[in-house]
């Protein structure tokens, strides 16, 4: 402050504090100290400080144009390296990670022959690591990044620290609030995981991994994380699974907040690496716009599952036929089977029929369970045109059902409304692959899926 003072006299110590401020509200919160921002307030002024630079600071203290830096911190996520190329033609290896300590996070650019370090693929989230003699530059957004060069390095560090673990961090997914950057979150698996594959704006065919987090007020959060597959997820993951997400942005979507993540974000669930052959008895099947055969089985202990199978392995197997099958994955409720899947006809009794299998009214529970029911139609199902929040126009189909326990209504989006118009007032229906969800006023309503079959009673 002095020197600044000293060749800008024309300035007062109260006008370069109010400087100060105004420096940091546009920088943004969280990035810039005092200090900081008075090296960019006389660099904008046409002054040199020729104060020596603190040489090992803490991320709170770094700023654009620092160099040879040296930090201590933790290791939130590792990017793969990636080549690039330059306008000239020549070509440069990339990789980003993210770092923390305390509160403060920050992004890290690891240039060329700096990408590969030695290592550098076997940091784990929460691992130690000391950046040295790194330089700090600005993104698009001038918030500082930092950047290991040619006389840069990152090294294990195995001393003790002061620096929270990834467990201190953790916040629970009831408690992300909008706009919040490289958060760790935790909570409960709600429904399957899912990929899905789309066109990106470069008209380059890609991919997303989706789930749903329950946090532990109950509040469910979807999560999308963009070029990621199953590839590093449990072969078996169960329904209410723990979950922990590291390295994401909150986002308001089409249906609330949302957690984005990307090929550097890191998910952790429960679950086991080896699959177990499991034994069903099949009791219905169909077929997904896509062409994949959808089966509801159920299992020796009465639990119902869904059968994904994109190859048609299945295609001799009628309803009611018992079989050992090893999955390629087990999620929840969700059992995917492909190719090279080993699938045999069996013969045993003890895994219940669909009558068996099937649930009364009174005892439907909103959950991740799976359903099978017997009900006759009290009301003939009814098709409406439905307008969801991002404009779009769904059509729903509905009507209301009853066995000698209760009463509920059951109803049809999109393309599951076609499977009740064939049915009228007075029918008797059996009714496969159906979930239970709270409804108005709090009142439990079935809904048909992918899955679900609807047959008239003979």
């Known amino acids: 402050m002095s020197k600044l003072l000293e060749q800008k006299p024309e300035l007062s110590r109260k006008d370069i504090e109010e400087m100060i401020q105004r420096k940091k509200e546009k920088i943004g919160a969280g990035y810039l100290t005092d200090q900081g921002a008075l090296f960019l307030i006389a660099s ?114 195995n001393t003790q620290s002061k620096i929270p673990s990834l467990d201190d961090i953790t916040d629970d997914v009831s408690d992300v609030k909008e706009d919040q950057q490289n958060l760790v979150v935790s909570g409960i698996l709600d429904g399957n995981i899912r990929t899905t594959e789309f066109t990106n704006f470069k008209g380059e065919q890609s991919k997303a991994l989706q789930l749903r987090l329950k946090g532990k007020d109950g509040t469910i959060v979807r999560a999308v994380l963009w070029n990621k597959d199953e590839n590093s997820i449990p072969k078996v993951v169960s329904a209410g699974a723990k979950a922990r997400l590291i390295g994401v942005n909150t986002k308001v979507g089409q249906m609330g907040l949302e957690l984005h993540g990307d090929e550097g974000t890191v998910l952790e669930v429960e679950g086991a690496k080896e699959i177990a052959p499991v034994a069903a008895r099949i009791l219905s099947a169909t077929k997904a716009d896509s062409g994949s055969r959808l089966l509801v089985g159920v299992l020796e202990d009465k639990k119902i599952v869904n059968i994904a199978d994109a190859s048609s392995i299945t295609a001799d197997l009628k309803v009611g036929d018992a079989v050992e099958l090893v999955p390629s994955k087990m999620y929840g409720n969700t059992i995917t089977i492909e190719q090279d899947s080993p699938i045999k006809k069996i013969e045993n009794q003890d895994i219940p029929t669909l009558a068996a299998a099937r649930t009364k009214i009174r005892d439907l529970k909103p959950s991740d369970g799976i359903y099978c029911i017997e009900a006759i139609i009290l009301k003939a199902p009814q098709k409406r045109e439905i307008q969801t929040k991002s404009g779009e126009t769904v059509l729903l189909s509905e009507t209301f059902v009853e066995d000698d326990t209760g009463q509920i209504w059951l109803k049809g989006w999109r393309s599951q409304a076609r499977l009740l118009e064939q049915f009228t007032q007075g029918e008797i229906i059996s009714v496969t692959g159906v979930t239970a969800k709270p409804g108005l006023e709090g009142r439990t309503e079935a809904f048909l899926t992918a899955y679900s079959v609807v047959t008239r009673k003979n």
């Open 44 to 157: 904008d002024l046409g002054v040199s400080l020729s104060e020596p630079l603190k040489v090992e600071m803490s991320l709170k203290d770094i700023y654009v144009g620092a160099k040879e830096i040296t930090l201590e911190t933790r290791v939130m996520n590792v990017y793969p390296a990636r080549q690039f190329s330059r306008k000239d033609g020549s070509q440069f290896m990339l990789r980003n990670m993210t770092v923390y300590d305390g509160d403060q996070r920050a992004k890290v650019k690891l240039w060329d022959e700096k990408a590969n370090l030695p290592g550098i693929e076997n940091l784990k989230p929460g691992d130690l690591v000391k950046i040295i003699k790194a330089y700090v530059k600005s993104d698009l957004k001038g918030n500082p990044i930092i950047n290991i060069g040619s006389g840069s390095t990152v090294e294990p560090n």
